[in-house]
């Protein structure tokens, strides 16, 4: 976010975190980014120092009395997150927004201690930010139009496409996701090949298949929602008990080179490990077809999708379309769930 920010939007960016090899890392992650466009010679090493220039950290809260706007990325833990707004309304000018990246939870549960609750808004990025075009704007009900006007008019600059979504679990993106990713992981454990169930949904056009995706968002954060999810909507957002067992077997995906692929092979990440299924307790066995899978899985998420519509959760069908595609990787040649 803090490379979107002086990158794109050409504004200084302060970096808050608890640890100085926090903040090392991720200045570390924006240098290694300009400096391959130096070395293939896209961009004057002059700019990449001009750029890295706007970028700073700190442990403590110096440096942020004249922020007219601090981002939050820190854990989905709704305490803390408050505790964030009481420390920025704290430390910062009281026309500063708190924009929080959070995935899943409520933004008025975000706000519900805030002395300025006007300033508090979601700005939803999705991973990783320097690729994704999408972010979700959202406001809860005392957000004020001038924070929602200032948030959008900021991820524009930032080279994002914005669109406002009702305050709710799941926001819009996620809360299409969740019962797609889930059907995926319902096949698995009927005992579908999980390269099968992967390989259909790509041929359909998804960048990438429900597993594979599930390993680069990380297993520990892509299931976190599902509790938030279940407690708003209800049993239709069941999820199978399958991925707790990945859990407990600390198998987060990529990040710790554990997930359902195979990341000590030759080739990481380019087939299933196979003890996953001893994990699940089946027997790997194709039982349907490309065309069942993807049907289960799609239709799940256009069923949400269009709810979402019905309840105010997006706008128009368009935003709607916008959102799958941008934020999910929906195959854009079908034009999105609409």
Do not use: W
Not at 27 to 35: F, G, Q, T
Not at 110 to 121: G, S, T
Not at 321 to 327: H, V
Request: proline content about 5%; some cysteine; glycine content about 8%.
């Amino acid at each position: 976010i803090a490379f979107v920010t002086v990158t794109k939007a050409k504004v200084p960016a302060r970096i808050k975190d608890i640890t100085t090899d926090g903040i090392a890392g991720a200045i570390r992650y924006s240098y290694d980014i300009l400096n391959k466009k130096v070395k293939k010679r896209f961009m004057l090493k002059t700019e990449m120092q001009k750029q890295l220039s706007l970028l700073s950290g700190c442990v403590d809260y110096s440096g942020y009395k004249q922020n007219d706007m601090v981002i939050e990325a820190v854990f989905e833990d709704v305490k803390l997150k408050q505790k964030m707004v009481a420390d920025i309304e704290q430390h910062c000018n009281e026309n500063t927004v708190f924009a929080s990246n959070t995935s899943s939870i409520p933004i008025a549960e975000i706000a519900a201690q805030a002395k300025r609750p006007e300033n508090v808004i979601g700005l939803h990025y999705f991973s990783p930010v320097d690729k994704m075009p999408l972010v979700e704007v959202i406001p809860h009900a005392l957000t004020s139009d001038q924070t929602i006007s200032t948030t959008v008019e900021f991820a524009k600059r930032q080279g994002k496409t914005p669109i406002v979504v009702k305050d709710g679990a799941g926001f819009y993106v996620n809360r299409i996701l969740a019962p797609y990713m889930s059907e995926a992981g319902f096949m698995a454990v009927e005992g579908q090949p999980l390269d099968s169930i992967d390989r259909a949904l790509t041929k359909f056009g998804f960048p990438v298949g429900a597993f594979k995706l599930l390993d680069e968002v990380g297993i520990d954060v892509g299931t976190k929602i599902i509790p938030i999810l279940k407690s708003q909507f209800g049993e239709r957002f069941n999820a199978p008990e399958a991925f707790n067992k990945l859990l407990e077997n600390d198998r987060k995906g990529k990040k710790n080179k554990s997930g359902f692929y195979d990341y000590k092979a030759k080739k990481p990440g380019k087939y299933i490990d196979d003890s996953v299924y001893k994990l699940l307790g089946v027997k790997p066995e194709k039982k349907y077809s490309d065309d069942t899978v993807v049907e289960r899985c799609v239709l799940m998420m256009l069923n949400e999708a269009a709810l979402c519509l019905q309840e105010d959760v997006i706008r128009n069908p368009r935003d709607g379309d916008i959102g799958a595609i941008f934020g999910i990787g929906f195959p854009p040649f079908l034009g999105g769930p609409f």
